[in-house]
């Protein structure tokens, strides 16, 4: 499924204004970017705009201020990361309510080429309700919309999708345009044998990632704390470990769906286990490994075991595309994080296409190292999860056609 979208290539920029969706929500600490990814990401889209005379106005929303000016989630900090990264100054105008008239006159005087970054566009409580008084004000701003942001493609809020009812012209970044190149030809039309791998903790986050997935791949594994549920569908004993009882039936059904469609559905063969959820998360704690059916009552799975990881790591050598969404155990825990790991491993070193879907599995990835050995980390957990549901996303459909 390719993108039949105007891009930033499809567009003349030279002496407009354009406004520039991003996704500057990037974590911090004391007022410290702890990851920049998310900033370096944005980086090719603004400097062929500036490249090409453009006077470029930043926007972006970070954490969850709630409609309100909370001075601990300003962006003020991201402007000063973005002029190092650039090599060049990027303005920071803030403003409690994001528009002004301060912030116009401070556009009225740009030169092209120059660039500032608005202040957090949730301190306006429209925003994540796309009410139209905001997407006014920032459309009153730009000649031209650029939507970058596909961590909040999924979301239809003013500063990606409610703004575009008001200015003519509506492309998407660089960014964008990738994020949908691999996951929509993943999805759409893989080169073959497709192998999905579905971790993270909770089945209902997954439901209909799981029914889309299993029509369009030849083998889906499972990992993470979801996979207790499908034991206990297949009716093992699983102590104490996650379970969704609401959605056992779902997981009969699933497994029923795999069989009747010849596909390979992979569940952990052995489990690593301990007796209670470490806390903190990177406690030392005392884990064995048991095979999947003989994890006693009073023991909890915290990840997948040593056979299982070779099992699923087996699964991906043979493969030409793996899409990858949640961790395999708790992987923030150094004990836990081993099942992560082999499967990071296992796709840090096939030839295939290699999709990593935001969120947890992208941190982990990251963090552990392998990073640079992936074909595409996605920058949006939940937007590439319902990407893979199949679903389409109201920030992608908001800009114009070809």
């Known amino acids: 499924m390719g993108l039949n979208k105007k891009s ?77 990264l650039l090599g060049q100054e990027v303005k920071f105008v803030p403003s409690p309510v994001v528009v002004d008239d301060s912030v116009k ?43 970058d942001a596909f961590g909040t493609a999924h979301r239809a809020h003013c500063s990606n999708v409610g703004v575009t009812q008001f200015i003519d012209t509506c492309a998407v970044g660089y960014l964008m345009q990738k994020e949908i190149d691999f996951l929509g030809n993943a999805v759409e039309t893989p080169v073959r044998p497709f192998v999905a791998i579905l971790g993270g903790a909770k089945v209902a986050d997954k439901l209909n990632v799981i029914s889309n997935l299993l029509e369009k791949c030849d083998t889906l594994i499972i990992g993470g704390g979801m996979a207790y549920t499908f034991q206990k569908a297949k009716g093992l004993e699983v102590g104490t470990s996650l379970v969704d009882d609401t959605k056992i039936d779902y997981c009969k059904e699933m497994m029923e769906k795999a069989e009747k469609l010849g596909k390979k559905l992979l569940l952990p063969i052995d489990t690593t286990i301990a007796k209670e959820f470490p806390t903190p998360i990177d406690a030392e704690i005392e884990v064995t490994s048991v095979d999947a059916d003989a994890i006693p ?52 070193e096939t030839d295939a296409t290699t999709i990593i879907g935001g969120g947890d599995s992208a941190a982990a990835v990251n963090q552990l190292g ?22 389409e996303l109201p920030g992608v459909a908001a800009a114009n056609d070809k």
């Open 105 to 147: 006159a401070a556009v009225d005087a740009m030169k092209d080429g120059e660039i500032v970054l608005l202040e957090n566009t949730r301190y306006r409580a429209e925003e994540t309700k796309n009410g139209e008084a905001f997407s006014k004000d920032l459309a009153s701003l730009a000649d031209v919309f650029v939507n």
């Open 8 to 84: 930033v290539d499809d567009i003349n920029v030279n002496g407009k204004k354009v406004l520039v969706r991003c996704d500057f929500n990037v974590p911090l600490k004391e007022g410290k970017i702890t990851d920049e990814n998310r900033l370096v990401a944005a980086l090719p889209t603004i400097k062929k705009l500036v490249a090409d005379g453009g006077k470029i106005i930043l926007c972006s929303h970070l954490g969850k201020p709630k409609g309100e000016p909370k001075p601990e989630l300003s962006l003020a900090p991201v402007a000063v990361r973005l002029s190092e």
């Open 370 to 391: 392998f990073g640079d050995k992936m074909s595409h980390i996605s920058t949006g957990g939940g937007a590439s999860l319902e990407f893979l549901e199949g679903k």
């Open 297 to 348: 009552a009073d023991m909890m799975g915290l990840d997948i075991g040593p056979k299982t990881a070779e099992m699923y790591a087996d699964a991906v050598k043979s493969a030409k595309t793996v899409v990858w969404n949640g961790p395999m155990g708790v992987f923030e825990n150094p004990i836990l994080a081993k099942g992560t790991i082999a499967v990071a491993r296992a796709l840090a």
